[in-house]
C-alpha cells in the first residue's frame, strides 16, 4: 500500500520542488495565521502560494525587468495577457483611486520583434504581454484586481516572456511599425495579436476541428511546440488541439481515459454528462483561472443586462461576493443559503425589485450546503435574470447544474486537473436557456482566448484520467466523513451527503455520481482544531482538487480579517476543510485517525 505520511516543509511548494505549483505548505495552525498576519518567519520562507493571492516569483522578476527598463524609480509593474485585460485592471485602479492623474498610470505592450527573432523563433509559440506600470503607492489596488478578476499572467507565460524580453525578441508595440507588426517578417507575425483585435481568432487544426470554435487565438505557426523545451508534453503537438481536448472532457463528450487523439477523433456535438440538448463543445470556454471564469460571465452578464445588482446566494468562496460588488452596481447577500432567504428573494421580486443575475457554487465552499435551483430556476424565468452556477466543488462528473444555469463555471485547476501545478477555469453555456442566444452573441464578442499555450498542454495532460479519479475519491471522502462524523470531539461534519440540503444536491447527480471530494469539519474547541491540525499528516495548504489529500483551517486563511462576519453565516473559525485525494483507503483513515487520538491528550 502507498503510504500517506506527508513531511513538508514551511514555505515549501506543493508538490514539493515543483516550479509552477498552485499550493505552498502552511503546515501549523501557527504557520497559517502567521502568513495572514504577514510575519516574516512565514513570507520569508514561502517559495509560491496560490497564485491569485501570491504573485508567483517568476512573475515578479519580469515586472522588475520591465520597470527597469520602461519604467522609473517609484513604479511597480502588473502583467496582464493582453491590452484590453490591461486596460480593465487601470479602469479599476482609476476607479478605486479617481484623484490618480492619468499620466501616473500606463498601459506598455510588449509585442514579438519579427526583426530580431531567434533561428528556431518558429517552433515556440508567439508571446505578448501588457504591463500596467502604476505608482507603487497603489500596488494594493493593483493587487485586488489581480486577487478578484484572475486577469494576470500564469507564471509559465511569464517565465517564457521573460526570456523572449532578455533576449530582445519582446519590443513595446508603440515603436514597432505596422509593416514590423503584421506584414513583414515570416507568416506567423502576419496575424493581428489581440491587443489589437480582440475579435481576431485563427482557425483550429484538423478537419475534425475547423469548423466553428472558441478558443483558438493562436495561429498554427504559434503552436508549434518542441521537445528540447517541453520533454514528455511533445505528444501533444498544438496547443489548439489541447485546448479543443479539454473543452470536450469538460463537454462530456469524452468519458474515458484517453490520449489526445483519442479526443480529438470523438464526436464534437454527442451528448452524456450534461444532457441538454443542443449542447457541444462550441459551448465551452476556456479561461486562465476559475475566477476570471466567474468575473467574465460577470462581465457579459453586465454588458448585455440593465444596470442592476446581482444576488450572491449561500456563503461563497471569497473573491465571487468581492466580484459582483466591486464590478457594477453592487451585489444583495444572502449568506446561509436557505430557503427563508430565497422566500425573501421572491418577495423582492413580486413586489417589483430587478435583478441582473443570481451567483451561487453547488454545493457551497466551505459548508457543503446544496441550493435549490430548481427552484432558483423558476424564479429565473418568471422575473427575467441570469443564472451561474458554479460546478467547482460538485464537479462536473458527479452533478449536471447545467440545465438549471444561463452559464456554469468551473476552477479546472482543482479536480480536473488534480496535479496541483496548473491553473485553468472554464464557463459553459446552455443551449436551452431563453437567453442562450444574447449571450452566445455576447460571449463570441467579448471573449479573448488568454489561456497560455503552455498552460493548456499541461491541463489537457492532467485531465486525461479525470473520469478514473473521480470515483476514487468520492470513495474516500466518504471512509473520511463517516470515520469523523463516529468521533465524539467533533462538532460538525460538512457533506453534500449529510447535508440538510441533500436533497437538492440529489436533484442534481448524475446516475454514477458520488458526493466528491471535499468536506469540512468544526471542533469543540479551538485548541482541539489546533492539536488535530497540527498532528494531522497530510499536505497542509490552500487549494483543493489535488490528487493527495489537502488540508486548510480555512476560514483562517480565507477570512482572517472577517472571522465575526463569517461566523454570523455559520462559518466558524475553527473549521478545518480537507480535500481528499487518491490515497489508499485504510492508510488514509488510519492518518485521520491518529490525528484524532491526538485531541485526546489535551
Known sequence: MTSTAVNIELGETIPPLTAHAVSVSLPTWKSNVGYEEGEDWVLG???????????????????????????HVGEKAMLFPSHATAARCVAFVRSQVPDLDDSRIRILDLVPNPQ?????????????????????????????????????????????????????????????????????????????????????????????????????????????????????????????????????????????????????????DEERTRNVAGFSEDDVYLYPCGMNAIYNAHRCFLSVGSAQKSICYGFPYTDTLKIIQKFGPGAMFYGHGSSEELDEFERRLEGGERFLALFCEFPGNPLLKSPDLQRIRALADKYDFFVAVDETIGTMLNVNVLPYAD???????????????????????????????????????EYEDNYWAEDAIFLERNSRDFVLRIDRINENAEAICDLLRKHPRIKQVMYPKYSPTREFYDRCRTPKGGYGGLLSATFHSRDEAIVFFDNLDTAKGPSLGTNFTLSSPYVILAHYTELDWAASYGVDANLIRFSVGLEDTEELVGTFSRALAAIGGI
Open 45 to 71: 520562507k514561502m517559495k509560491t502560494g496560490y497564485p491569485r493571492f501570491f504573485i508567483h516569483k517568476s512573475i515578479q522578476r519580469f515586472a522588475d525587468a520591465i520597470i527597469a527598463k520602461h519604467g
Open 116 to 268: 530580431r527573432q531567434r533561428s528556431h523563433y518558429s517552433k515556440f509559440v508567439s508571446p505578448h504581454v501588457s504591463a500596467v506600470i502604476y505608482p507603487q503607492e497603489h500596488a494594493g489596488v493593483a493587487k485586488q484586481f489581480w486577487q478578484h478578476t484572475g486577469e494576470g499572467v500564469s507564471s509559465r507565460r511569464a517565465e517564457y516572456c521573460h526570456q523572449a524580453f532578455s533576449e530582445g525578441e519582446l519590443e513595446e508595440s508603440e515603436k514597432l511599425s505596422d509593416d514590423a507588426r503584421f506584414c513583414k517578417g515570416p507568416k506567423r507575425y502576419q496575424k493581428r495579436s489581440s491587443i489589437d483585435d480582440t475579435a481576431a481568432k485563427s482557425t483550429s487544426l484538423g478537419a475534425d476541428v475547423q469548423a466553428k470554435t472558441n478558443g483558438d487565438a493562436e495561429s498554427l505557426d504559434h503552436n508549434r511546440y518542441v521537445e528540447e523545451r517541453f520533454g514528455r508534453n511533445l505528444e501533444v503537438s498544438f496547443a489548439t488541439d489541447a485546448k479543443s481536448a479539454i473543452r470536450r472532457r469538460i463537454a462530456g463528450t469524452l468519458t474515458v481515459d484517453a490520449e489526445l487523439s483519442t479526443a480529438l477523433q470523438s464526436a464534437k
Open 407 to 445: 452559464v456554469a463555471v468551473s476552477s479546472l485547476t482543482k479536480i480536473f486537473s488534480g496535479d496541483c501545478n496548473v491553473m485553468g477555469g472554464s464557463a459553459v453555456l446552455n443551449p436551452t436557456s431563453k437567453h442562450y442566444q444574447v449571450l452566445k452573441r455576447t460571449w463570441d464578442k
